[in-house]
């Protein structure tokens, strides 16, 4: 089914429109370097051009590039810039999930159990064509920062690397097997946690993120 369908609730268009078009971007409905249409973008929406140029502002230097007389991309980043992505990744969010280790309370870990529980029996969640969050409170890895209680580290990474981490954490999850096998080092990450096990949990949250970064090869072999 397509993203970009029309909007129908006119008070929240240009979030509406903001999250749609992430989505298009991060599943691959718009590829890494690829111009965006505003105007055919703003007709299969069904809204005018104002919203939509205040969502793709939001996405600036994010996931969209704008250019002088060229007008706005897809962000592309080179295998030296995924390598310093996903170094700077694995030290935040291992970080992350240690903290999370020593402070989830009951009802969080119950949560995260709940969320992972659908995530696996949802098969627009969890497919073959790759393993997609569709937003913050959906995503395993982001509740686990909140869990972490460091103001400064959420920052970082929710607000800093958050929107180029989704794009290449969707296309990792494309390679025939990977949205599986994700799923269960999530499910190993959760049981860390449960154990409030800090070395535990950031080793296992570290080599899931290595594992993603892996994963992404033939993807890059592929586009170079």
């Known amino acids: 089914m397509p993203v970009l369908e029309p909007i129908t609730h006119p008070s929240t268009i240009a ?12 599943t691959g409905e718009f590829k890494p370097g690829e111009r965006i249409p505003e105007a055919e ?3 299969q929406l069904g809204i005018s051009r104002g ?3 205040e969502a793709l502002g939001r996405l600036e230097n994010r996931l969209v590039t704008r250019t002088p007389r060229v007008g706005v991309s897809v962000i592309q980043l080179t295998e030296k810039d995924l390598a310093e992505l996903f170094t700077v990744r694995e030290a ?5 999930c240690r903290f999370a280790a020593e402070r989830i309370t009951d009802d969080e ?15 627009t969640v969890l497919s073959p064509t790759g393993y997609y969050q569709r937003s913050q409170n959906e995503d395993f890895h982001f509740q686990i920062v909140r869990c972490s209680r460091n103001e400064r580290l959420e920052h970082l990474l929710m607000e800093g690397l958050y929107y180029q981490l989704r794009l290449y954490r969707f296309q990792a999850s494309t390679q025939p097997g990977r949205a599986e096998t994700a799923f269960h080092e999530h499910q190993a990450i959760f049981e860390a946690l449960q154990a409030r096990d800090p070395d535990r949990a950031e080793k296992t949250m570290r080599a899931h993120i290595r594992n993603a970064l892996h994963s992404l090869q033939p993807v890059l072999n592929a586009a170079g």
């Open 15 to 26: 979030s509406e429109a903001l999250s749609k078009i992430i989505e298009a971007i991060v």
């Open 41 to 43: 973008i703003a007709r």
């Open 92 to 96: 935040l969010e291992g970080m992350a």
């Open 51 to 53: 919203p939509l140029r």
């Open 109 to 123: 870990l119950g949560s995260l159990k709940q969320l992972l529980d659908g995530h696996g029996a949802d098969p």
